[in-house]
C-alpha cells in the first residue's frame, strides 16, 4: 500500500515538472488561457502566406476588448553594422537593411523609422529571416510630420487651449486656425484669437517625427525576429574625381581618384556598407512625394588612403565599387574617400589643332588605363584636374576635363586646355564648284611655335559626304571615312604651313 502510494506522489511531481516546463517553452499559450477577458477574431477559410496570398485555413488574432481595431504595435529597432547602401550615379540608392522586431502572435503594428524621406513605399522588400509565414498585410508610408500647422489641421472640431500673448488661457473646440484661431468655448461663446504665445493638445494627433513606414505584419508565432528590408531612394548620388599630378618632362603622373558621395535623402546611415554602382540604369520617372523638414548642413569630409580603397567587380553591364570598411553616410553630408592611387603612370602630352573644337592649339594628355601601365581599373565617369609643380616646387592647377566611363585596358584622352606659345590659323584660298555635285576646296594652315623647343603638332580635318585629297604639301593619314590627320614638326621659334586642296561630292 506505501509502495502505491510513493508511485502516486512520483507520478504527480512528474506532471507537475512538465507542465511547468511546457509553460516557459510556449508562453503564448498560457497567455491565452489566462487572459479570460481578451477576445479571438478569426479570419475563416484563409491562411496568410509570406507573399500575402491566401490559403485555405484559418488565423486566430487575439485583440483587447477596450478597443478592439487596435493592433499589437512593435518598433524595428535601429540600424546596425549590417546596413548596406548602394549608391548610383544619377540621384538613386538601394538600401539594405537588418533589424530586429519583437512581435506577438497575429496581426502587429509596426513604425518602421529612420527611413529616408525620400524613399520610393512602393519598393519595399520585407523578409523574415526565421519565418516565412511572417507578412506584411499592409504598409502606410507617414510622411505628415509634426508642425503647428498640421497639429491645428488634425484638431479642427477638436477641443484644444491656446495662450494669448498677454497670458490669458482658452479652452474650447477649434473652429479656425487660418490667420489666428476661433474657438468655441463650453459657455456657447466663440472668441477669435490673433495673437497665440502657446498652443496646448492632449496628444500629437497620431503625427510623427520622422518619415515612417507603418506596417500591419501577421506573425503566425510570437518572438523575436531578424526582419531584411530594402528599399529605393532618391536624394543621393556619387560622382568620380580625379587628380593627376605630371612630372617635369609630362612623361608621367601621379594620379589618385576620389569617389564623392551626396546623402540629401533625408536620414544619416551609420557604419553602412558602401557601394557604388557605375552605368546608365534605366529608370521610369514616377513623382514621389517629398518631404521637406529642416536638417543640419554638414561640411564636407574627406575620408581614406590608398590602403582603404574600393575593390571592383562587374555587376551585369555595369560596374561595381565596394569599399573595403564600414562608412557612415551623414544626412546633407558630402564625404569624400579613396577610390585609386598610382604613382609614376606613363602619360604622352599632346598638340592638337583642330578647327572643329577649338581655333587654338588644344594641349592633351593621353594615358593607356591599363594594368602594365600602373592602372587597369574601369574609371567610373568624372573630372579630371592636371597639376604640375612650378620651380619652387609648388603645385600649380594646369585645367580640367571630364571623361566618360572607360573600362581598362582604353585610352584616356584629357584636354587640358590651349597651348599660349604654339598658334594656329586656317584659311580656305581657294573654292570651285567643279559640276553640279561637286566642289573644290583649297586650305592652308600655318602653325607657329614660339618655344625653344621644336614641337610635334596633330593637324586634325573632318571631312562629309564622298571627299578626296587631291594635293597635299604634307604627308597625311586618312584615319576614318570623316578624317584625315596630319603629323608635323614645327622648328623653334619657327612656323610651318600645311596646304591642300579636296574634292567633294553629295
Request: hydrophobic share 35%.
Amino acid at each position: 500500500m506505501r509502495t502505491r502510494k510513493s508511485y502516486l506522489w512520483i507520478s504527480l511531481v512528474f506532471i507537475g515538472v512538465v507542465a511547468t516546463a511546457a509553460a516557459f517553452a510556449y508562453p503564448g499559450s498560457t497567455e491565452g488561457t489566462v487572459q479570460a477577458d481578451e477576445q479571438e477574431i478569426a479570419v475563416s477559410g484563409r491562411e496568410i502566406t509570406a507573399n500575402g496570398i491566401a490559403s485555405a485555413s484559418s488565423v486566430i488574432t487575439k485583440v483587447k476588448p477596450s478597443n478592439p481595431l487596435e493592433f499589437l504595435t512593435a518598433r524595428a529597432a535601429g540600424t546596425d553594422a549590417a546596413t548596406e547602401v548602394t549608391v548610383y550615379n544619377d540621384n538613386l540608392a538601394l538600401v539594405k537593411e537588418r533589424r530586429e522586431l519583437d512581435l506577438k502572435t497575429g496581426v502587429n503594428r509596426v513604425e518602421y523609422t529612420d527611413v529616408a524621406a525620400l524613399i520610393d513605399p512602393t519598393s519595399v522588400m520585407f523578409e523574415d529571416t526565421k519565418n516565412k509565414n511572417t507578412a506584411v498585410l499592409e504598409q502606410n508610408y507617414e510622411y505628415d510630420l509634426v508642425s503647428s500647422y498640421k497639429l491645428l489641421d488634425k484638431f479642427l472640431g477638436k477641443e484644444i487651449t491656446a495662450t494669448e500673448k498677454e497670458g490669458e488661457t482658452y479652452t474650447g473646440t477649434l473652429l479656425s486656425h487660418d490667420g489666428g484661431v476661433v474657438l468655441s468655448l463650453s459657455d456657447g461663446k466663440v472668441v477669435s484669437l490673433t495673437e497665440i504665445s502657446k498652443y496646448e493638445f492632449p496628444d500629437s494627433a497620431g503625427l510623427l517625427t520622422k518619415p515612417t513606414l507603418v506596417w500591419q505584419v501577421y506573425s503566425p508565432v510570437a518572438g523575436t525576429r531578424d526582419v531584411l528590408t530594402s528599399y529605393l531612394t532618391g536624394g543621393m548620388s556619387w560622382r568620380a574625381d580625379y587628380i593627376v599630378k605630371t612630372n617635369a618632362d609630362d612623361s608621367k603622373a601621379d594620379i589618385q581618384g576620389w569617389v564623392s558621395v551626396d546623402n540629401a535623402a533625408g536620414t544619416t546611415y551609420e557604419d553602412t556598407k558602401l557601394k557604388l554602382v557605375a552605368g546608365e540604369v534605366h529608370r521610369v520617372f514616377v513623382p514621389q512625394p517629398r518631404v521637406m523638414y529642416e536638417m543640419p548642413v554638414e561640411e564636407e569630409m574627406y575620408e581614406g588612403t590608398a590602403k582603404d580603397s574600393f575593390s571592383e567587380e562587374s555587376l551585369f553591364e555595369y560596374h561595381l565599387y565596394t569599399l573595403e570598411r564600414p562608412a557612415t553616410l551623414k544626412n546633407n553630408q558630402i564625404k569624400q574617400l579613396s577610390l585609386l592611387s598610382a604613382d609614376a603612370v606613363p602619360v604622352e602630352k599632346e598638340l592638337i589643332f583642330d578647327v572643329s573644337k577649338s581655333d587654338k592649339v588644344q594641349v592633351v594628355l593621353n594615358l593607356e588605363n591599363s594594368k602594365e601601365k600602373g592602372l587597369g581599373m574601369p574609371l567610373p565617369a568624372g573630372v579630371v584636374r592636371v597639376y604640375k609643380a612650378d620651380s619652387e616646387g609648388q603645385l600649380q592647377f594646369l585645367g580640367e576635363d571630364s571623361i566618360d566611363h572607360t573600362p581598362k585596358d582604353e585610352e584616356v584622352k584629357v584636354v587640358v586646355g590651349n597651348a599660349f606659345d604654339v598658334t594656329g590659323t586656317r584659311t580656305q584660298t581657294d573654292y570651285k564648284k567643279v559640276s553640279t555635285d561637286v566642289w573644290r576646296e583649297s586650305y592652308e594652315i600655318e602653325l607657329k611655335n614660339h618655344k625653344t623647343e621644336a614641337q610635334k603638332i596633330r593637324i586634325v580635318e573632318h571631312f562629309y559626304g564622298d571627299w578626296e585629297i587631291t594635293t597635299s604639301s604634307e604627308t597625311y593619314k586618312k584615319t576614318d571615312a570623316f578624317t584625315a590627320e596630319w603629323e608635323v614638326t614645327v622648328p623653334a621659334d619657327g612656323s610651318k604651313k600645311v596646304s591642300f586642296t579636296v574634292e567633294r561630292s553629295y
